[in-house]
C-alpha cells in the first residue's frame, strides 16, 4: 500500500511538473462535449511497448467535479491492444491546475480498438516505425 501511495504522489509530480504539447486528436466519432489530445514528446518506447499520456477535455463539468482527465495508456504495438495504466482528473479543461483524483492501477486486461478511434490515430504516430 505504501508503495502504490509514493507511485501516485511519483505520478502526480510529474504530471503537474511537465510541458505538455498537447496535439489535438479528432476521431471520426468524437462524442459531443469532449476533446482528446496527447502528447508525442511523452512517449516511451520498449520494444514492441509504447507509452503515453493522453488529455480529454470536457466542456462542462462532469459527475465528480473534474473538466479533464489525463490517462496514461500503454500500446502493444505489435498485437495492436492497448491497456489503462493511469488516470488523474482535474478541475480546469487543460489539467493545468491541482490534482483532484487519481487512479493507479495497471490493468492485465488488454483491448481492442477500432481503426476510426482515437486510440488508432496515436497507435499510428507512436507505435510505427
Request: proline share 2%.
Given at each position: 500500500?505504501?508503495?502504490?501511495?509514493?507511485?501516485?504522489?511519483?505520478?502526480?509530480?510529474?504530471?503537474?511538473?511537465?510541458?505538455?504539447?498537447?496535439?489535438?486528436?479528432?476521431?471520426?466519432?468524437?462524442?459531443?462535449?469532449?476533446?482528446?489530445?496527447?502528447?508525442?514528446?511523452?512517449?516511451?518506447?520498449?520494444?514492441?511497448?509504447?507509452?503515453?499520456?493522453?488529455?480529454?477535455?470536457?466542456?462542462?463539468?462532469?459527475?465528480?467535479?473534474?473538466?479533464?482527465?489525463?490517462?496514461?495508456?500503454?500500446?502493444?504495438?505489435?498485437?495492436?491492444?492497448?491497456?489503462?495504466?493511469?488516470?488523474?482528473?482535474?478541475?480546469d479543461k487543460i489539467a493545468a491546475g491541482a490534482v483532484i483524483g487519481?487512479?493507479?492501477?495497471?490493468?492485465?486486461?488488454?483491448?481492442?480498438?477500432?481503426?476510426?478511434?482515437?486510440?488508432?490515430?496515436?497507435?499510428?504516430?507512436?507505435?510505427?516505425?
Amino acid at each position: 500500500m505504501i508503495k502504490k501511495c509514493l507511485l501516485i504522489f511519483i505520478l502526480l509530480i510529474v504530471a503537474t511538473t511537465a510541458q505538455a504539447e498537447w496535439i489535438e486528436v479528432r476521431p471520426a466519432k468524437q462524442r459531443q462535449g469532449e476533446t482528446y489530445y496527447f502528447d508525442p514528446m511523452t512517449a516511451q518506447k520498449n520494444r514492441q511497448f509504447s507509452k503515453i499520456w493522453l488529455l480529454t477535455s470536457y466542456d462542462s463539468k462532469q459527475k465528480g467535479g473534474y473538466h479533464a482527465i489525463k490517462s496514461r495508456y500503454e500500446f502493444d504495438c505489435s498485437s495492436n491492444k492497448i491497456r489503462s495504466i493511469t488516470m488523474l482528473l482535474y478541475p480546469d479543461k487543460i489539467a493545468a491546475g491541482a490534482v483532484i483524483g487519481a487512479h493507479h492501477e495497471e490493468s492485465q486486461d488488454w483491448f481492442d480498438f477500432a481503426t476510426d478511434s482515437i486510440f488508432q490515430h496515436i497507435f499510428k504516430v507512436i507505435c510505427d516505425d
